[in-house]
Every structure is written in structure tokens, then in C-alpha cells.
């Protein structure tokens, strides 16, 4: 049979599979990142400044408190593999991001309350792992043939979403923290700051040149 249908011509060169591009709605899911990585990031800076402004945690409670947070984003990772084949990678994140919202809510509305401030706190930082974790499949097949490009532009939405919220919301410290924003303007960084210490309150403006003056 192998002989009867005749020579089998290989190509010496590699043919690789046309790449696909992503329509409209598959643009939400590095949107939807970008949302969730600045949305958790506005409370991973915040929370050490909370902690120590409202209930006077020190560097080890505030270390305690990250490690039991760290631990529960541990158990979240590893149990959404399971449950995200179980119900769907779409229906995962949606569940996840649905869990955030009234966690953050419940933070915000009890937060002179310690232990329902750091279970709402938890609760949101395993939404949001679950969400993230149940992303990551989606990425990969976002771009057909080039997994990469997809899993690539998801994980510098979430970086940006991240980093962007961080600079614009607060730079904190062990005694102080500082809302620090900026825009470039005329080749320079510019912005306003206001820090809030144990001392005294300051603001004003702050500039940073990204070209050397000429004299």
C-alpha cells in the first residue's frame, strides 16, 4: 500500500502555521487584566499603611499578615486548576472578579473592625489569585498558532495595570505613606505629592528631568 501511493516529496524548509489575529472581544482579556492587577494592586500598597495608621502594626505583624495572605494565594493556586475544568476558564475569572468586588466593599465598610477587615482582605486576595490562575489558559490560546504572543501581551497588561496604579495611588513607608502622582510634560516628569506621618503633613510639587539641561 505504502508503494502504491507513490514517493512522499518532503519540503526541506519548515512551513510555519499562519498566525491568527485577535478579534475585538478577545482584546477584553488583556483589558480584563489590566483591571484586575491594578485593582488588587490598590490594596496590596495600601493595606501595610492601614494597618499601621489604624491599628498600630508593627514590621512583624504587618510580615505576619503577608505571610498568612501569601499562604492563602498558595491554597488558591493550587485548588483552581481543579475547580476552573470543573465550571470553565471564562466562567473561573468571572467568579474570581465577582468575589473582589464585595470583598473590597466589605473592607471598605469595616475597616475599623480588625478581623472582618483582614478575612474581607484574604477573601479578596484568593478571588484574585483564582481569577489570574484561571487567566493564564485563556492567554495561551488567545492568538491561534502563537501561544506565546497571546500569554506575552495578557502578562504585560496585568505589568502595566500594576505598575501604572501603584506610581499614581501611593508610595508608602514603615511610618508614613504618600500619594504621589505625575504626568510628562515639555520633556520632564512632573507631579503634586502629599505624605501623611507621625510628625506633620506635607505636599507640594515634585520634577524630574528625563533630558539634561543645556547651559
Known amino acids: 500500500r505504502i508503494h502504491a501511493a507513490g514517493n512522499v516529496v518532503a519540503s526541506p524548509h519548515h512551513v510555519a502555521p499562519a498566525v491568527g489575529r485577535m478579534s475585538r472581544r478577545d ?12 485593582g488588587s494592586q490598590c490594596l496590596f500598597v495600601t493595606f501595610g499603611a492601614w494597618l499601621t495608621d489604624d491599628f498600630s502594626f508593627g514590621a512583624n505583624g504587618i510580615a505576619a499578615v503577608g505571610f498568612a495572605l501569601g499562604a492563602g494565594e498558595l491554597l488558591s493556586s493550587i485548588s483552581s486548576a481543579r475547580l476552573t475544568d470543573r465550571i470553565g476558564k471564562e466562567r473561573s475569572v468571572a467568579l474570581g472578579a465577582g468575589v473582589m468586588i464585595p470583598s473590597a466593599l466589605a473592607l471598605a465598610g ?22 489570574v490562575v484561571s487567566m493564564l489558559p485563556i492567554a495561551t490560546n488567545l492568538v491561534a498558532s502563537a501561544p506565546g504572543k497571546g500569554f506575552g501581551l495578557v502578562i504585560g497588561a496585568g505589568t502595566i495595570g500594576r505598575g501604572e496604579l501603584t506610581f ?13 502622582k505625575g504626568e510628562i510634560q515639555a520633556g520632564s516628569l512632573s507631579g503634586t505629592y502629599h505624605s501623611t506621618c507621625t510628625e506633620a503633613a506635607s505636599s507640594g510639587r515634585w520634577t524630574v528631568a528625563l533630558q539634561p539641561s543645556k547651559s
Open 168 to 180: 499614581s495611588w501611593e508610595v508608602q513607608g514603615v511610618n508614613a505613606s504618600s500619594t504621589l
Open 27 to 38: 482584546w477584553l482579556v488583556p483589558l480584563s487584566m489590566f483591571g484586575l492587577m491594578g
Open 110 to 131: 469595616f475597616d475599623s473592625v480588625l478581623p472582618l477587615g483582614l478575612v474581607a482582605l484574604a477573601i479578596f486576595i484568593i478571588g484574585f489569585e483564582y481569577a
